[in-house]
């Protein structure tokens, strides 16, 4: 992934987990969370020049960022803060919401 590509993936990403899952289609459920596959077809599908994309370029991203802005649990990702969306994060772990609050 080129780094214009891991930019541009990245706001997908924080767009769709906090802002607007509608504008690719996608259901997040009332805790935040989508599954990895799901959310990657649907990038496929919408995004030209996105076909190419994977459920580990997802998972890379969420797990480096230094930002701490995504949790993945079981084929799941979600944002963990900054969501203009109704979403119920009491469930993140303490030491994230410490973090973040």
Same mark, same amino acid.
């Not at 289609?25 to 077809?41: A, N, Q, R």
């Given at each position: 992934? @080129?780094?214009? #590509?891991l930019?541009? *993936?990245?706001?997908?990403?924080? $767009?769709?987990?906090?802002?607007?899952? #509608?504008? *690719?289609? %996608?259901?997040?459920?009332?805790? $935040?969370?989508?599954?990895?596959?799901?959310? %990657?077809?649907?990038?496929?599908v919408?995004?030209? $020049?996105?076909h190419?994309? &994977?459920?580990?370029?997802?998972?890379?991203?969420?797990?480096?960022?230094?930002?701490?802005?995504?949790?993945? /649990? $079981?084929?799941? %990702? &979600?944002? @963990?803060?900054?969501? @203009?969306?109704? %979403?119920? *994060?009491?469930? *993140?772990?303490?030491?994230?919401? /410490? #973090?973040?609050?």
């Open positions: 992934m @080129t780094d214009k #590509e930019n541009s *993936l990245g706001r997908i990403m924080a $767009g769709v987990l906090r802002h607007f899952p #509608e504008k *690719l289609g %996608v259901m997040i459920d009332g805790h $935040g969370w989508i599954d990895i596959s799901e959310f %990657v077809e649907s990038i496929g919408s995004r030209s $020049g996105f190419w994309i &994977r459920n580990h370029h997802i998972e890379a991203i969420a797990l480096s960022d230094p930002k701490g802005r995504y949790q993945i /649990d $079981g084929g799941m %990702v &979600r944002a @963990t803060y900054g969501h @203009t969306i109704d %979403v119920n *994060l009491d469930d *993140l772990p303490p030491a994230e919401i /410490d #973090e973040f609050f």
